[in-house]
């Protein structure tokens, strides 16, 4: 086992939502550190593209596989199903279904995201924003009980008949919100209202919608290295390969150019700012060098989330991902 303490732990619904992060699994995992996935439903309710050897009673468990083999391509092995039904989207039959994700209880669906953030301990948590993307029921469930799992996982009052075997309260240090960037919808838009392509068409895929109301990203990751294994992986979930889909009518290049970086939201820390004179401001070289120093001679290892630059936050806060 890699000696690296570092330990990511990311929140999804369903198999193919991860490749919103697969360059950065890909990253950290080549770095040696610890990637692990939570995937709540198997998808049972998603779209069946032509010539895949699926059917609506076993499209879960084939889409199961595409998910362990995507994740095979990025190094990933780590993965935990909630088992909840697949919800469908507002207004279907699935929906209505008692024993899927959005009808379950959140207090159910939070108490399982926390057992398992007990037992991976990772320092930084991913999960969708509170749109859920494009508002899918099971993206918000999961972004509520992600969010909830990371301020009660550390409380030993919150779940516990959990804490026995040597399980112990634990809380993570950081949950980011991962998700394409404002700029890409915006050039999606652009090239597809300039093509004369009706926007409408896409329902809630609408990038000229999308564009609009996304949490500021607070970091960008690159992940150009890992641009292979992302289409590996992405390509393996060929029953989510809509042939009429948004991404089919973007040029190959465009989409190339956004996938070279993920975006993130940073929103909830429990890492100090760096303060300078009473207020906040970047780290100079020379004190993250000692902060490092006073890490190694303590055995306290340093934590960041990656080689990442803090942007666009609204009150110019610059926050110190190596410190934990």
């Known amino acids: 086992m890699s000696g690296d303490p570092r330990r990511l732990l990311a929140v999804f619904a369903h198999p193919d939502d991860e490749g919103l992060v697969s360059g950065a699994f890909a990253h950290y995992r080549q770095q040696g550190a610890r990637v692990a996935l939570i995937c ?3 998808g049972e309710v998603g779209e069946i593209a032509p010539g895949v050897n699926a059917t609506k009673e076993t499209l879960g468990a084939v889409r199961t596989q595409e998910l362990h083999n995507a994740m095979s391509h ?22 209505e279904d008692p024993v899927n994700l959005h009808n379950a209880p959140l207090d159910e669906v939070t108490g399982k995201v926390v057992k398992i953030v007990r037992a991976v301990k990772p320092q930084v948590m991913l999960t969708f924003d509170p749109q859920g993307g494009y508002g899918h029921p ?6 509520a009980a992600a969010m909830a799992a990371f301020a009660k996982a550390g409380d030993p009052t919150c779940y516990p008949e959990q804490l026995t075997n040597g399980v112990a ?3 993570p240090q950081k949950i980011y919100w991962p998700g394409f960037s404002p ?4 050039a999606v838009a652009r090239y597809l209202k300039e093509a004369g392509v009706d926007l409408s068409q896409f329902g809630p895929f609408n990038p000229e919608r999308r564009a609009v109301g996304r949490p500021p990203v607070t970091t960008r990751l690159d992940v150009a290295p890992y641009l292979e294994a ?25 989409v190339q150019k956004f996938r070279q970086q993920e975006s993130f939201t940073l929103a909830e820390s429990r890492v100090p700012l760096i303060q300078r004179g009473g207020g906040i401001g970047p780290v100079k070289p020379r004190q993250r060098v000692r902060y490092i120093e006073r890490c190694a001679k303590s055995d ?13 936050s609204p009150r110019r806060r610059v926050f110190a991902l190596w410190r934990l």
């Open 230 to 254: 992302k289409a590996r992986a992405w390509q393996s979930h060929a029953s989510q390969q809509n042939p009429n889909g948004l991404f089919s009518k973007i040029p190959p290049e465009l």
């Open 138 to 143: 099971d993206h918000l469930k999961v972004h």
């Open 74 to 95: 990025i190094g990933v092995g780590e993965i935990y199903f909630l088992d909840y039904r697949d919800s469908g989207m507002m207004g279907t039959p699935e929906n």
């Open 300 to 312: 306290r290892q340093p934590h960041r989330l990656g080689d990442d630059t803090i942007v666009n």
């Open 40 to 42: 709540a439903t198997r």
């Open 183 to 186: 700029e890409f919808f915006e």
């Open 169 to 171: 309260a634990y809380a």
